[in-house]
């Protein structure tokens, strides 16, 4: 009598023949993020919203089963953040998927982080497929001095006042009065002294 074949699919399940291969999924380097994945933030800071990003790519010609990715966070953080990304449609062959969950921020202390996602099956929970590369940070306390620089114009309207009544006062009283009254009476006096000599 014929012993039935079974064989061991990659993702855990006995079966027939294996349609999903969870063994070809790998991670990215995580990452800390303040907008969801978009923008990488090399130097996290205290007081800003962050999340969690790591890429996984389905690298074998089947498509992935369900799988989830645990994200940890350790070093100074007691207890250690763990917090998990579900991915239950799995990969297509060739596909990535940019997993994300949301921390928070961090306080205003001096710490120091390690930061690890890994990725599992549901069906082995407890042993890793793999494992994306590791953030080691710090993150500073943040100073709260602001300098406050004023500055003061109250100079500026006391200059520009004094000189102009000067300058028009010594222009119009000048001139003008002393010369037109002498030019006029020696003028009037000579003509008609010579007009009566003629006469005569």
């Not at 007691?78 to 997993?99: E, M």
Request: hydrophobic share 25%; with cysteine; proline share 8%.
């Amino acid at each position: 009598m014929k012993q039935p074949l079974f064989f061991f699919s990659p993702d855990g399940d006995a079966g027939g023949d294996p349609k999903t291969d969870n063994t070809k999924l790998v991670g990215g380097t995580v990452f800390v993020s303040p907008d969801g994945g978009t923008t990488n933030e090399a130097f996290p800071k205290q007081g800003v919203e962050y999340d969690f990003c790591i890429d996984v790519t389905n690298t074998g010609t089947l498509s992935s089963g369900p799988f989830f990715v645990r994200f940890t966070l350790s070093g100074d953080q007691n207890p250690p953040f763990t917090q998990d990304f579900q991915q239950d449609a799995g990969l297509d062959a060739g596909a990535s998927v940019r997993a994300v969950v949301h921390f928070g921020s961090f306080p205003n202390e001096f710490k120091d982080y390690f930061l690890e996602a890994c990725i599992y099956s549901p069906s082995a929970p407890e042993k890793p497929i793999a494992c994306g590369g590791t953030f080691d940070f710090a993150v500073n306390t943040e100073s709260t001095n602001s300098s406050a620089s004023g500055s003061s114009d109250s100079s500026s309207p006391d200059n520009s006042a004094p000189s102009s009544p000067d300058d028009s006062g010594q222009a119009s009283n000048g001139d003008t009065g002393t010369g037109s009254a002498d030019n006029s009476g020696s003028a009037s006096g000579d003509d008609s002294g010579s007009n009566s000599d003629s006469n005569n």
